[in-house]
């Protein structure tokens, strides 16, 4: 199960797909896709993140 604050992992690639950002993150459970609507901060490839798993979504947090 995760932590208590989710999942770390690095941030793989990290596309503008149009009004939202794609990113392919990776973890030590594999790699996941994640889409953010938080254009105004987004992550560089190469960025370490926390995968936080809510009820409805995952969000990916930088500087994990």
């Not at 941030?11 to 030590?28: F, L, V």
């Not at 996941?32 to 490839?45: H, I």
């Amino acid at each position: 199960s995760p932590g208590e604050r989710g999942f770390s992992g690095t941030a793989r690639k990290a596309a503008y797909a149009g009004g939202m950002m794609e990113y392919t993150i990776g973890t030590a459970r594999g790699d996941s896709f994640v889409v953010s609507m938080a254009l105004d901060r987004p992550l560089s490839a190469g960025a370490d993140v926390m995968l936080k798993l809510t009820d409805h979504d995952v969000v990916p947090l930088a500087g994990a």
